[in-house]
C-alpha cells in the first residue's frame, strides 16, 4: 500500500513543471527538479513535503505576492484544460502558498482564496487569516456563502468551523460563534449536499462548546425541509450521544418503557487485536409505536487508571408496541495509529435514546 507523501512523485513534479514551462516566464525546469528532491527530501512526511513544494515553488514564482497570484491562477487555469488536479490532495501546496506568503494583503489574499478553492480547498489556508483579520475575514465568508459556486460556498462553512480536524483552532469562534450564524442561515437550505454536510458539521463543533446555541437552531429550522432537517440531525450527532436532555425531547426519544435484557459479553476477556462481542435483547414495552435511537457505549481503560466512555450508534428506527429484537455487535480492539489501547477492566453499557439502561465488565489483555 502506497503512503500518502508519495503523491509527491518524481512523476507528480515531472507533470506540474511541464505545466509552469507554459505559464511562468523563464521557468527552469531542471533547476526546480533539483530544489525539491533534496537529500532530505526521502525522510520527510506528507505535510513536510507539502510545504517543502510550497517553499520551492515560491522560488520561481515573483516576490511581488499579487503578480504572483496572477500566475497561480494561470497555472490552475492551465492544468483544468489538461483536465489535471481538481481537487487533487497533492495541489494542496496553492492553498498553502497563500497562507505562507500572503498574510499581510488582505485584499490579494481574499481574491486568490476564493479562485484556487475552486479547483482545490482552502479550508486550512483560511484560519490564519481568521486569526489574523477576525470578523473581517468572517464577514467575506458570509459574502462567500452566497457564492454562485458550490465549493466556495461550501469553503465558507467548512473554512469557519470552530473545530475543523487537523487544522489550526480559531479560539474566539469556540468563545463566540455568533459570527457565524448569519452565515449557516444563508446556508441551510443550500441545493448542494456537499455544502449542507460542512453546514451539519460547523453546528456540531459549535455544540461541543454552545450546546444552546445548537438547540436553539435545532427548534428554528426543524420541519423547514427534509433537507434541513437531516442538516440539524447531523449537527447534533455530539448532543444526542451526549444524552442531552433537551435535544433527545426536540426529536421525541424518551427511553420509557423500552427495556434492555440478556446483555450478555461473549469474549469477557479480549486480546488487544480482537474484538469483543456481546448480544442483547431490546422490548417495546409501551402500547403504541416508538422511535428508538440504540447506542453502545464502551468505557475505555485510560493511562492515568480512569474509565472513558466513547458511544457507537448501533440504529434509530421505529419499534411497534410489544416488538422485541435481539441485537449482535462487536467491537474491534485492532491497534490503530489514532488509538492506545491499556489492558485492564473496561465497560460495555447499552444506551436507549440516550440513557444508559445496563452495563457489563470485561477485560483487555496483551496475550
Known amino acids: 500500500m502506497s503512503l500518502i507523501k508519495d503523491i509527491y512523485s518524481p512523476a507528480f513534479y515531472d507533470r506540474f513543471a511541464e505545466v509552469m514551462l507554459l505559464t511562468v516566464p523563464d521557468f527552469n525546469k531542471k533547476e526546480f527538479i533539483k530544489q525539491i528532491f533534496t537529500d532530505a527530501f526521502k ?3 506528507w505535510k513536510e513535503r507539502m510545504k517543502h513544494t510550497t517553499r520551492v515553488f515560491h522560488e520561481f514564482l515573483p516576490g ?5 497570484v496572477i500566475l497561480i491562477e494561470k497555472i490552475i487555469t492551465q492544468l483544468r484544460k489538461q483536465n489535471t488536479g481538481e481537487d487533487s490532495l497533492a495541489y494542496i501546496f496553492l492553498a498553502d502558498y497563500v497562507e505562507a506568503y500572503g498574510l499581510g494583503d488582505f485584499k490579494t489574499s481574499v481574491k486568490a482564496l476564493e479562485f484556487i478553492t475552486q479547483f482545490i480547498s482552502c479550508e486550512f489556508a483560511v484560519r490564519p487569516f481568521i486569526l489574523k483579520y477576525g470578523n473581517q ?3 467575506q ?6 457564492h454562485e459556486n458550490y465549493k466556495v460556498r461550501r469553503f465558507s462553512s467548512e473554512g469557519s468551523r470552530p473545530r475543523l480536524p487537523w487544522a489550526m483552532a480559531i479560539p474566539a469562534l469556540k468563545k463566540d460563534p455568533s459570527p457565524l450564524l448569519p452565515l449557516l442561515e444563508n446556508l441551510k ?4 449536499e456537499f455544502v449542507r454536510r460542512s453546514v451539519a458539521n460547523n453546528l456540531n463543533d459549535i455544540a ?6 445548537v438547540l436553539s437552531i435545532a427548534k428554528k429550522w426543524r420541519g423547514g425541509s427534509k433537507e434541513t432537517d437531516a442538516i440539524i440531525k447531523q449537527g447534533s450527532r455530539t448532543l444526542l450521544k451526549q444524552g442531552h436532555a433537551q435535544i433527545l425531547e426536540v426529536y421525541g426519544l424518551d427511553g420509557k418503557n423500552i427495556n434492555v435484557t440478556n446483555l450478555e459479553i461473549a469474549t469477557p476477556k479480549v486480546k488487544i487485536g480482537d474484538s469483543v462481542e456481546f448480544s442483547f435483547n431490546i422490548t417495546n414495552e409501551n402500547d403504541s409505536k ?11 481503560q485510560k493511562s492515568k487508571g480512569h474509565l472513558a466512555r466513547k458511544v457507537f450508534k ?3 428506527k421505529e419499534y411497534e408496541a410489544g416488538a422485541k429484537i435481539k441485537v449482535s455487535r462487536k467491537q474491534s480492539f485492532r491497534l490503530i495509529t489514532t488509538r492506545t489501547f491499556y489492558p485492564g477492566l473496561h465497560q460495555l453499557s447499552i444506551i436507549v435514546n440516550g440513557e444508559e439502561k445496563v452495563n457489563l465488565d470485561f477485560e483487555i489483555t496483551n496475550d
Do not use: Q
Not at 511581488?64 to 504572483?68: C, G, N, R
Not at 465568508?141 to 452566497?146: E, Y
Open 43 to 45: 525522510t520527510m512526511e
Open 64 to 68: 511581488d505576492f499579487p503578480e504572483a
Open 137 to 139: 475575514m468572517i464577514d
Open 141 to 146: 465568508m458570509v459574502l462567500w456563502s452566497k
Open 189 to 192: 437550505n443550500d441545493p448542494s
Open 208 to 213: 461541543k462548546d454552545h450546546p444552546d446555541i
Open 290 to 300: 416508538r422511535t428508538v435511537r440504540l447506542e453502545y457505549g464502551i468505557y475505555y
Open 314 to 316: 448501533i440504529s434509530e
